[in-house]
């Protein structure tokens, strides 16, 4: 299985469960490998450079969606960024109940956080890093 580039977008109130979600990967149970480009620390400057640049080198963005998700303008950048530069794009329900997808998705789908809805994505991930 070759490993895919994906890039996590979410709200920084959401970072304890975007660091649950990129930790599955190394479970070995796990149906699904890929390498985090998600931004673990908010840049000081000059941030939304580095972030398409990332995101351009990302074969795919999973969005993780809460209730915190309207409020993170980073977030909703980085999603729009990802449907500009034609970047696949996923967003994940991480919250029971919150079922509001962010415009700047488009028409891309959102799923509950299952395994296999996960793996199903990666696997189609196309191309090589830009």
Not at 121 to 128: H, K, M, R, T, V
Request: neutral net charge; hydrophobic residues 40%; glycine residues 6%.
């Amino acid at each position: 299985m070759a490993t895919k580039v994906v890039f996590i977008a979410f709200a920084k109130e959401d970072e304890s469960t975007r660091n649950l979600f990129t930790g599955q990967r190394v479970n070995p149970s796990t149906p699904f490998e890929f390498t985090d480009m998600s931004v673990k620390e908010p840049y000081s400057s000059a941030w939304k450079e580095k972030v398409r640049t990332r995101i351009r080198r990302s074969h795919g963005v999973i969005a993780l969606i809460s209730s915190n998700t309207p409020a993170a303008t980073g977030q909703l950048w980085e999603i729009s960024c990802a449907i500009e530069e034609g970047v696949p794009v996923l967003g994940i329900w991480i919250e029971d109940g919150y079922r509001t997808k962010p415009r700047e998705m488009g028409s891309s789908p959102c799923k509950v956080w299952t395994w296999a809805g996960i793996a199903d994505f990666i696997d189609a991930l196309q191309g090589s890093n830009r």
